[in-house]
């Protein structure tokens, strides 16, 4: 009787192990992003910045968020809002990419277009040295032309 006991502890900690050594999910606060996306726009809050320089700003050591695109979207735009000077750097299934602030964003990073299928690692960085509050809003809506 006590080896069914045992051999069903086996699996549940090595289950335990392997979630909590993955760095992504242990640490890193993980978005699903489906198709039908509600709320839309979905709002994530963190705080920007890091000890880490980059070509994208000082960044985490570990990402901000992640998310995973369950499939792969025609459209999805992510904007970041801050106090400070953000940048927003992804590192996802296409490869790596950094987006700074621009007048025609009102000043905020912001990426949109194609998102394949995958995880992405996102990290809110800074061109200061500080850190700050961030708002990162995640949607499917294409912004209304002016």
Known sequence: MKMPGRFQVVPAALTMTVIFTNPLLAEAQVVQIT????????????????????????????????????????YLRLTVETGGQPTL?????????????????????????????????????????????YTLSISQQKIPTK
């Open 35 to 74: 198709s039908r996306l509600q709320p839309d726009p979905l709002i994530v809050n963190g705080t920007s910045g890091g000890s880490v320089p980059s070509n994208c700003g000082n960044i985490a050591t570990k990402p901000n968020q992640v998310i995973r695109v369950t499939e792969s979207l025609p």
């Open 89 to 133: 750097l992804i590192d996802g299934p296409g490869g790596r990419f950094c987006v700074l602030a621009d007048k025609y964003s009102g000043g905020k990073p912001e990426i949109s277009g194609y998102w394949q299928a995958g995880n992405y690692s996102l990290y809110v960085g800074e061109l200061s040295r500080g850190q700050y509050n």
